[in-house]
């Protein structure tokens, strides 16, 4: 059984650029959530996919988009980038009921 | 919405002792309360978890009391070991398969030989 796999592990851009990271999903997990982690802090709840159709969102703006395709991998793409964007993206697996999250290991992005 | 708050920020025991972190949420809908483990440089991992129908709940070294009532719930590790540290992370959640976790801010532990 192969866990959540995440793309780039690290990155850096500059204000303004656009950036897409990547997620696998654990085998047999039909359901990807994200979460933004700051230096120092708990993660943040950005969006939820399921069956390719986003079906929730935490307190983020618009420029914070993402795919899930029918493989149940997923994309987060953040345009307009910010400095505050700066922090490790986690993606996170799961079977719809079960509760646990399966966290992949991120990708740490630096907005200069 | 949600708001989850955890003490202490950070906790520095000796080895064997016990260590417990408490934490708070607002919502009384909240009915699942997990706590993630995360090591340096790595991904966070559940260690242990309770459903709002029980009010304790044991694995081995590792024990988690929730208190609906009050609205808090508490992380017990005991005999501690030195690879016990890490920042633990508790979080809420409505159990309802829409899975928005609501992470507390995260407790340092160092666990001293």
């Known amino acids: 059984e192969t866990g959540v796999t995440q793309s780039p592990t690290h990155l850096i851009k500059t204000r303004g650029q656009q950036v897409t990271l990547r997620c696998s999903s654990q085998s047999g997990h039909n359901t990807v959530s994200w979460y933004q982690q700051a230096l120092g802090q708990g993660p943040q709840f950005i969006f939820q996919y399921y069956r390719e159709e986003e079906n929730g969102r935490g307190n983020f703006p618009p420029r914070f988009s993402g795919l899930q395709f029918p493989n149940y991998s997923s994309e987060l793409n953040v345009n307009a980038l910010e400095l505050d964007d700066s922090a490790l993206y986690l993606c996170?697996?799961?079977?719809?009921?079960?509760?646990?999250?399966?966290f992949g290991e991120g990708s740490r992005l630096t907005v200069l | 919405g949600e708001n989850v708050e955890q003490h202490p920020s950070t906790l520095s025991v000796q080895e064997g002792d016990s260590a417990v972190i408490k934490c708070t949420y607002s919502d009384s809908a909240s009915n699942y309360f997990p706590w993630y483990k995360q090591e340096l440089g790595k991904r966070p991992q559940l260690i242990i978890d309770?459903?709002?129908?029980?009010g304790e709940k044991k694995d081995q070294r590792i024990a988690v009391t929730l208190n609906k009532t009050a609205k808090h719930f508490s992380l017990h590790i005991t005999e501690t070991q030195p690879e016990d540290s890490a920042v633990y992370f508790c979080a809420a959640s409505e159990d309802t398969g829409f899975q928005k976790l609501v992470f507390g801010t995260g407790t340092r532990l160092l666990v001293s030989p």
């Open positions: 996170a697996s799961s079977f719809p009921g079960t509760g646990e999250l399966f």
């Open positions: 309770i459903r709002s129908n029980v």
